[in-house]
């Protein structure tokens, strides 16, 4: 028997806004030559919370309006439309509405209703990539940002979230929207002497509703699969949060960071997770916070009170 969707009359019936502000697409696009009254033809992906919950699905959607600036509006109401296959949950279906979407440059900012509050870290995490790899498929969009009914998203800590890019949510191989799978990475981990830092390319298993920069750390603190490189993160290490606003990457640690006994210099402790986060293209410097406040200093040598950009001085020549 089809399941019989709810809620989907009275979320097409709320106030969906596309304000174009300072900078329209149109103009983003305008170098391209477009035909009058052309209807450009254009294959995209909606994603979609799978049954289980655990990842993304993806449906075609085929585009057929007169121009990019179209592109935006029709990949909102797919979204809001729901999924053809009654198997797979729209944010709807998850318990959240799109509220509106307004446009400013190259940044889409999708308006939540507070119902996105109530539900569980992975469920907010498939929600948002779920609405980001949609939106960002526009002509012209670069960055999505969520609000809460207009409030700004923050996470336990009351950090800001930060702008989702296209890469802010790992696919599988570039198959997007695929769920788990494997790939390479660039870490830093400690030498022998635990003085100087080595680069390692590992291959890690990751999951479609983890973001790049936790996945990241999350193996930093596993520590090196190869012999001949050593951890450089103190064991029991948790991560309270972590996002990306603006370039700059706000890591939260639990206090096993600070009490916790590694043998490596402070020095590289701190750059084996600077310069390993700053391999995302995304992100420039990076601040690290411990229990949601500021350190100072790490094991009264290194300043972490501020900043901290990448650093290649340590790596064994």
Same mark, same amino acid.
């Given at each position: 028997m089809k399941k019989e969707r709810t809620g989907k009359k009275g979320i097409r019936s709320i106030l969906l806004f596309i304000t174009v502000a300072m900078v329209s697409f149109l103009a983003i696009g305008c170098g $391209? $030559?477009?035909t009058e009254g052309a209807k450009e033809e254009k294959n995209f992906l909606i994603y979609f919370v799978n049954s289980d919950k655990t990842e993304l699905a993806t449906e075609k959607?085929?585009?057929k309006g007169a121009d990019s600036t179209e592109e935006l509006r029709e990949l909102t109401d797919a979204l809001i439309s729901g999924p053809k296959d009654n198997s797979l949950k729209s944010p709807a279906d998850m318990g959240v509405e799109i509220l509106g979407v307004t446009v400013e440059g190259t940044l889409v900012t999708v308006s939540f209703s507070k119902t996105f509050s109530y539900l569980d870290p992975a469920d907010r995490i498939l929600v948002c990539a779920s %609405? %980001? $790899? @949609?939106?960002?498929?526009?002509? +012209?969009?670069?960055? %999505? =940002?969520? @609000?809460?009914?207009g409030a700004a998203l923050v996470d336990r800590f009351g950090n800001p979230v930060g702008v989702f890019g296209k890469d802010s949510f790992l696919t599988q191989s570039g198959?997007?929207?695929d769920g788990d799978g494997r790939t390479a990475v660039r870490l830093y981990f400690a030498d022998e002497s635990g003085m100087k830092l080595e680069s390692l390319m590992q291959t890690v298993d990751? =999951?479609?509703n983890e973001t790049k920069e936790r996945m990241? %750390? +999350?193996r930093?603190?596993?520590?090196?699969d190869s012999m001949g490189y050593y951890p450089t993160i103190p064991q029991g290490t948790k991560i309270n949060s972590i996002n990306v606003t603006d370039g700059v990457c706000y890591l939260d640690l639990s206090k096993e960071f600070l009490s916790g006994e590694i043998n490596v210099s402070p020095e590289v402790t701190i750059y084996s997770i600077v310069n390993s986060l700053a391999e995302i293209g995304s992100i420039r410097k990076v601040k690290i916070l411990v229990d949601g406040k500021d350190a100072g200093t790490y094991r009264d040598s290194v300043d972490i009170s501020g900043m901290l950009s990448r650093d290649l001085s340590l790596l064994e020549e």
């Open positions: $391209k $030559k477009d959607y085929n585009y %609405v %980001v $790899k @949609t939106l960002i498929q526009a002509e +012209g969009a670069e960055g %999505v =940002s969520i @609000t809460i009914e198959m997007l929207g990751y =999951s479609a990241v %750390v +999350g930093l603190i596993a520590g090196p």
